[in-house]
């Protein structure tokens, strides 16, 4: 990897895996210029293809999903640690139905069971996008499940 200062080579002087498991950071630094630097190096799916509703495919942008559940997670409290294992677990999953075409729908699902978990309030807002509520009953609903989970 480069040095973000002098743009030589530098070398990696220590690396510890995340309490998550799912990420490595690493800690550079340069010959040259003495610069010392993070990184992080996390899990990519590739060679996965996206079938969408409409039937159209894409392939897997993980930056694409990302931004989807940031917009459900506006205004909430949460870390670009916390959130950047969230993104992983949820990869994770879709990697474990080794399948190179995965439907949008069952991206939405895993999504949905993770944000559960993550953030009740950014569940809810992606779930009234992801399932198309037209009204506030759709909400009232959604509402009344995680309340009898909650309970139980």
């Known amino acids: 990897m480069l040095c973000p200062a002098c743009k030589t080579e530098t070398k990696v002087v220590d690396s510890r895996v995340a309490p998550d ?3 490595v950071r690493r800690r550079r630094e340069c010959d040259t210029c003495g610069e010392r630097f ?10 996965i293809t996206v079938v969408k ?3 159209g495919r894409e392939v897997y942008d993980r ?29 994770r999953d879709m990697q ?9 729908s069952e ?8 944000l559960k978990n993550f953030d009740k309030i950014g569940y809810i807002r992606f ?26």
């Open 127 to 152: 779930a009234s996008i992801y399932r198309s509520f037209t009204d506030v009953s759709g909400f009232a609903k959604e509402l009344q499940s995680l309340e009898k989970k909650k309970k139980k």
């Open 53 to 55: 509703r409409d039937g």
């Open 63 to 91: 930056e694409k999903m990302g931004q989807g559940i940031r917009l459900s997670m506006q205004k909430r409290p949460y870390t670009n640690e916390s959130f950047r294992t969230l993104i992983s677990r949820i990869e």
């Open 21 to 23: 498991g799912l990420t």
């Open 107 to 114: 991206i939405g699902d895993i999504v949905m069971h993770h």
């Open 96 to 104: 474990k139905r080794r399948k190179r075409e995965i439907k949008s």
């Open 38 to 47: 993070s990184t992080i190096e996390e899990m990519e799916l590739l060679d």
